[in-house]
């Protein structure tokens, strides 16, 4: 009765991860390619997010909801890289995969070329930032977070947010603005 109830609960864990995966999956793996620019590192770290979360579903407070939880487990696995010594030594390829961030709009061939070029900048530029920065422009631009939901992920004050992303906004209007980018509508 007991080994019964062990295969139950152990399916239940395998269906709900799998509906996880299969839901945030691809989210969190544009945030970790954002965070790291290099895909197949990006994949690693979906990957080990993916087993933590089955290791520690149990755990879950559902204090938040799992997206949130997943998306700060991401981060979080996306910092732990970069402390590594031997990665700081790496240069990162800064060029951004295409198949990531396709845009289905019915604009001429030459619009959707200026403003995917205008996109990869953006991306460029904010994933060159310092990462208190980055993580919080990423949240907000690319996942269309609020702010709010953005202090509640990163488990940062409220007003710590609006400053960060504040500043952030401005290093990056002025780092766009270096490149040639004087539209100052982002």
Known sequence: MEINNRLESVQLK??????????????LK?????????????????????????MYLNTFRHESDYKTWL?????????????????RNIIHKPVIDSDLYNDNSTNSAEKMAEQKEIKNEIINTIS??????????ILYYLQDFKLKDISITLK???HTTKTRFIRGKAYLKKELE?????????
């Open 71 to 87: 998306i700060r487990i991401t981060l979080n696995k996306c910092k732990d890289y970069h402390r590594k010594w031997s990665i």
């Open 178 to 186: 270096k490149r040639g980018y004087k539209d100052g509508s982002f």
């Open 14 to 27: 395998e269906d709900l991860l799998t509906k996880l995966m299969e839901d945030f999956g691809d989210e």
């Open 128 to 137: 060159s930032l310092k990462p208190k920065y980055k993580e919080i422009l």
């Open 30 to 54: 544009r945030i970790a390619y954002l965070y790291l620019k290099d895909k197949s590192q990006c994949d690693d770290i979906v990957q080990e997010v993916f087993i933590s979360c089955y």
């Open 156 to 158: 940062l004050n409220f």
